[in-house]
């Protein structure tokens, strides 16, 4: 993305912001736009493109990376929101599959298995998860439930998984 049109869209979204407000959907939109548009600008100017290095989540993503590499089924189930876990249950008995490694095994963790460029507000994340399929990575929302943060089955993106 150009310096030009990461300033653009810098522009654009502060202009719809004050206008609209932040409800729920405008502050998804915001994220999903704002930081990979930041994150250009960044580097454009010659700084990383990373924010940080997702100190809250990271341990979240580690202990579920480990739990995948290990086949750990409770461990797995656990990383989830009860939301994605009742999806995920769902979408096991349509394709008559038991086990969560066997459901999941098409998004591999072997080798690659990260997190980074994590923005926090409230009960809500976002942060940037990496994995051997997504070696450049792609945004994911976490929501903290009982103290504790879960993945989520959303993405802004992938839009045909959210809301």
């Known amino acids: 993305m150009s310096p030009q049109v990461a300033g653009f869209l810098l522009t654009t979204i502060s202009k719809v912001i004050m206008l609209r407000g932040m409800n729920k959907f405008w502050s998804v ?9 930041i994150a250009a600008q960044r580097k454009a100017d010659g ?4 924010f940080n290095s997702a100190p809250i989540l990271r341990p979240v993503v580690l202990a ?23 999806e995920f249950k769902r979408q096991m ?25 994590e923005s926090i507000r409230g009960r809500r994340a976002i942060a940037k998860f990496y994995g ?13 439930e009982r103290g504790n943060w879960k993945f989520t089955n959303r993405s802004p993106t992938f839009t045909e998984h959210s809301p």
């Open 64 to 86: 579920y990376c480990k739990a995948r590499r290990a086949g750990d089924e409770s461990q797995i189930a656990s990383s989830f929101s009860k939301a994605t876990l009742k």
């Open 47 to 50: 700084q990383s493109g990373v």
């Open 132 to 144: 051997d399929f997504y070696p450049n990575g792609f945004w994911i929302v976490f929501i903290k």
């Open 93 to 117: 008995r349509d394709e008559n599959v038991s086990s969560f490694v066997k459901f999941l095994e098409h998004d591999r963790v072997n080798k690659i298995c990260d997190v980074g460029d």
């Open 29 to 37: 939109l915001t994220i999903a736009l704002l930081v990979p548009a």
